[in-house]
């Protein structure tokens, strides 16, 4: 089992490029989450899918959209990227929105 | 308003000491969970253990234990002989229903240990 997947694993942009951030959970897990981590902070929940073909507003939405493709896949897109946007940013999934949480790698990404 | 507070923003220790991290949260449900993670300096996010709120048991495992305490909305992290390799920042969170079981995060302590 690979667990959960991100790629790219590094992005550079630039202000106002738009790209699309994937991550994949092999678990069969119901729920799905994006995070994003700044410099020296904790995690700050983006969007959220408790379950396949449902996505929800978390703490930070402003400026980014998912899709949840299908129980394995859940997606993030930055339309139009700006400085701000510059995180680590964590996939995660969980059995059930009670359960641990299981972390990808990360994908890093910096806009100029 | 934050719920989950670890006051220890970083802690230095030297080699085979033990650490123990704080965590205090704040919660109005009486069913709700608790959790470590440990993030290394390579990135990655660990999970350590999920705790519901209804089993006060103290959990041990190996070097790492942990000890839960309603009375002082506690949820300490203690790390017996230290090693290197525990250098990392190490994040407590909750879940309960008014946050719609979505995890709540502390700020993370950065745990630092000198050979």
């Known amino acids: 089992n690979a667990g959960v997947t991100q790629t790219p694993k590094f992005q550079v942009l630039k202000t106002g490029q738009s790209m699309t951030l994937q991550c994949a959970q092999d678990m069969n897990h119901n729920s799905m989450y994006w995070y994003r981590q700044d410099p020296g902070m904790g995690l700050r929940l983006i969007y959220y899918?408790?379950?396949?073909?449902?996505?929800d507003k978390g703490e930070v939405p402003n400026g980014y959209n998912v899709s949840r493709l299908n129980k394995r896949e859940f997606s993030l897109r930055l339309e139009s990227a700006a400085p701000s946007q510059t995180s680590v940013y964590f996939c995660?999934?969980?059995?059930?929105?009670?359960?641990?949480?299981?972390f990808g790698p990360g994908t890093r990404l910096t806009v100029l | 308003a934050q719920k989950v507070t670890q006051a220890q923003t970083e802690i230095s220790v030297v080699e085979k000491e033990d650490v123990t991290l704080d965590c205090v949260y704040e919660t109005r449900d009486t069913t709700y969970y608790l959790f470590w993670y440990k993030q290394p300096p390579s990135g990655e996010l660990v999970f350590l253990i999920r705790r519901n709120s209804f089993d006060e048991q103290n959990e041990i495992s190996g070097r790492y234990s942990w000890n839960f305490q309603k009375s002082t909305s506690s949820f300490n992290f203690t790390i017996t002989a230290s090693q290197v390799v525990d250098s990392a920042v190490y994040f407590c969170?909750?879940?309960?229903?008014?946050?719609?079981?979505?995890?709540?995060w502390g700020a993370g302590t950065k745990l630092i240990i000198k050979p």
């Open positions: 995660a999934s969980d059995r059930d929105q009670r359960s641990e949480q299981f």
């Open positions: 899918s408790a379950s396949e073909g449902t996505t």
């Open positions: 969170a909750l879940s309960d229903a008014d946050s719609n079981y979505q995890l709540i």
